[in-house]
């Protein structure tokens, strides 16, 4: 928007007592005054507006030009009502303070509310007019309540200061509408030419609205639609920029291939065969169920239950395991030192394949057959009580199942001993 110096005229004479415009003239005014110091900040932060009374002993500067809003609409209630206005000094003193604004840069325009009879001449106003437009000075008037007694002189003041098309008038006679509504659609508030102060068929707004019967509702459209046509074009944006990347890889020629559904697909079954793994290695097809679930909640927060769940391991290994541990029998006619040594080599092949059946299902055994190392496991999980007689109860039942295999291998290398002693015989 375009940086801007503005001064408000107001026009506080004793005319506008009247109260042909609800409530009065100047009340009316002053929500006017209101409405254009809000536009003209909100348009352009940098914006400066100053604000001077017409009427009374003297042509009174209230405000000079300046950003703070909370001034502008603080300083309106202070002004009092009274005397005649002088509209050719109100526009020449508004004049001097825009020459000294602080920020040059800044173009000037005087913003003046004519609301009593005008009582300069024809000849001064156009004087004021050519000097207004020699200085680069914008003029924009608000004529209400002697709006048909007023409109020559007006009309040629505004005919004198206009250069291409900079400064605008804008009549408001006595009606239902608002001074401030009426200049809610002008080019006032509105200075890109999007105001509409006459009657229309609404046309422009797509709507059936009159913006001049209804100016409020015609601006809520009109920023109801931009938002929409912004937020249409944004996700427009965003469907391109998808449709793009997604193109990019059958352009090269690679098919995309779906990575997550593949692995889920495969990692389904696995942690039903690593929960029974686990079951049948520590024993716990006849433990409590609670018991049971702590357990594999447990083994699987400690060795890592994400590793087991990628590898599933064949049930059928557990199954194998002991019967590969289990030492073969001596044949017939071999001596007591080679059933040992015919024992060693199947021993020590079953810890290979047991070894080789846990590194696939990723859950080392030998921990869970340790009495020791469960109950300190179990001792450690929240809510858990290991003076239970139910978890002393299974680590018990551990603790033998434990023991059997080691005295059985006991047992197994003494008769095998035995019977290779029972084949020599005494020399008769």
């Known amino acids: 928007?375009?940086?801007?110096?503005?001064?408000?005229?107001?026009?506080?004479?004793?005319y506008t007592r009247n109260g042909d415009y609800a409530p009065s003239r100047f009340a009316c005014q002053t929500d006017a005054v209101n409405l254009v110091c809000g536009a003209k900040?909100?348009?352009?932060?940098?914006?400066?507006?100053?604000?001077?009374?017409?009427?009374?002993?003297?042509?009174?500067?209230?405000?000079?030009p300046t950003t703070d809003l909370g001034r502008m609409l603080a300083e309106l209630p202070n002004i009092n009502i009274g005397g005649c206005s002088d509209l050719?000094?109100?526009?020449?003193?508004?004049?001097?303070?825009?020459?000294?604004?602080?920020?040059?840069?800044?173009?000037?325009?005087?913003?003046?509310?004519?609301?009593?009879?005008?009582?300069?001449?024809?000849?001064?106003l156009e004087t004021l007019g050519k000097n207004l437009k020699k200085n680069n000075v914008s003029l924009d008037i608000v004529s209400f309540g002697e709006v048909e007694s007023n409109a020559p002189k007006l009309d040629k003041l505004l005919s004198a200061v206009n250069s291409n098309d900079s400064s605008h008038i804008v009549d408001v006679p006595v009606g239902p509408r608002l001074l401030s509504d009426v200049l809610l659609s002008s080019v006032i508030i509105n200075p890109d030419g999007e105001g509409m102060t006459g009657s229309g068929t609404g046309g422009g707004f797509g709507f059936d609205v009159d913006p001049g019967d209804d100016p409020e509702l015609a601006l809520a459209l009109r920023i109801s639609m931009e938002e929409e046509r912004a937020r249409q074009a944004a996700a427009s944006g965003d469907s391109s920029t998808g449709e793009a990347g997604g193109a990019a890889p059958a352009a090269d020629g690679q098919a995309p291939t779906p990575a997550a559904p593949a692995p889920a697909a495969g990692t389904a079954p696995a942690p039903v065969a690593s929960d029974a793994a686990m079951m049948e290695a520590m024993g716990m097809e006849d433990m409590d169920d609670e018991l049971r679930q702590a357990l594999l909640l447990s083994m699987q927060d400690f060795g890592g239950s994400g590793e087991a769940e990628a590898t599933p391991a064949p049930e059928s290994k557990p199954a194998e395991e002991p019967q590969a541990a289990l030492p073969t029998p001596p044949a017939a006619g071999t001596s007591a030192e080679a059933a040992p040594a015919a024992a060693a080599p199947a021993t020590a092949a079953a810890p290979s394949e047991g070894s080789a059946a846990a590194g696939g299902e990723q859950v080392d055994t030998k921990w869970l057959q340790d009495p020791s190392f469960v109950q300190e496991l179990l001792g450690s999980l929240p809510g858990v009580d290991i003076s239970d007689p139910r978890i002393q109860s299974a680590l018990k039942d551990i603790a033998d199942d434990k023991k059997p295999e080691g005295e059985g291998s006991g047992s197994g290398s003494g008769s095998g001993s035995g019977g290779g002693d029972g084949d020599k015989k005494p020399p008769q």
Do not use: Y
């Not at 928007?1 to 004793?14: F, G, Q, R």
């Open 1 to 14: 928007m375009v940086l801007e110096a503005v001064m408000i005229c107001v026009d506080n004479s004793d």
């Open 41 to 64: 900040t909100r348009q352009n932060p940098e914006n400066s507006v100053g604000i001077l009374a017409t009427a009374g002993d003297r042509i009174e500067v209230r405000i000079t």
């Open 88 to 124: 050719l000094r109100g526009i020449q003193t508004a004049q001097l303070a825009l020459k000294h604004r602080q920020n040059k840069n800044q173009k000037q325009r005087i913003i003046a509310f004519v609301g009593s009879p005008v009582s300069s001449t024809e000849k001064e």
